[in-house]
T-cell receptor, first 112, second 114 residues
């Protein structure tokens, strides 16, 4: 069975500081993809970053980067220079090619 | 590029009534998904279409939920009769359908069943 676990229901960070959101997953697949999605109060889920499991290099997108540890099945998201617009729910997701599996989310608040 | 369109944005009904949601995916996207997101939880897949065929509906409560995707484009999700526990946000997403493709989401329909 595929599972995605986000153990931090809520987090906060001061504006301009750095924060790391945790995600662990479990799958028996060898070829899969991992995603972080952001869901602001508008409810529309927006892709933050994507990682291919067969690539060892960690993905980066501007202020967003991941720490992908395949052996440990860990996929954390680091947000640098946090901005007020980063306040949102963040969901970790696993794509095995058959289905997307989402975690329960982490609510991030950026404090001015 | 137009995004995934969903309507209505909000819906309030009484239990045992019926309700329908509509989704128009991004043009050219072969795969369409309906997710249920209960407050405080992550999205749960209800049904996945590839063009106008069903790929996965294993978590769809078929005694009350139904969905169709006409001509492989628009889709409707129906609940009849609704229960209190159906209160949730219903998200539609689409993608080109390839392995590892990102999903594009609509803004969802927030359903309240009283």
């Amino acid at each position: 069975a595929q599972t995605v676990t986000q153990s931090q229901p809520e987090m906060s960070v001061q504006e301009a500081e750095t924060v790391t959101l945790s995600c662990t997953y479990d799958t028996s697949e060898n070829n899969y993809y991992l995603f972080w999605y952001k869901q602001p109060p508008s409810r529309q889920m927006i892709l933050v970053i994507r990682q291919e499991a067969y690539k060892q290099q960690n993905a980066t997108e501007n202020r967003f980067s991941v720490n992908f540890q395949k052996a440990a099945k860990s996929f954390s998201l680091k947000i640098s220079d946090s901005q007020l617009g980063d306040t949102a729910m963040y969901f970790c997701a696993l794509d095995t090619g058959n289905q997307f599996y989402f975690g329960t989310g982490t609510s991030l608040t950026v404090i001015p | 590029e137009a995004g995934v369109a969903q309507s209505p944005r909000y819906k309030i009904i009484e239990k045992r009534q019926s309700v329908a949601f509509w989704c128009n995916p991004i043009s050219g996207h072969a795969t369409l998904y309906w997710y249920q997101q209960i407050l405080g939880q992550g999205p749960k897949l209800l049904i996945q279409f590839q063009n106008n065929g069903v790929v996965d509906d294993s978590q769809l409560p078929k005694d009350r939920f139904s969905a169709e995707r006409l001509k492989g484009v628009d889709s409707t999700l129906k609940i009849q009769p609704a229960k209190l526990e159906d209160s949730a946000v219903y998200l539609c997403a689409s993608s080109f359908g390839g392995r590892g493709e990102k999903l594009f989401f609509g803004s969802g329909t927030q359903l309240s069943v009283l």
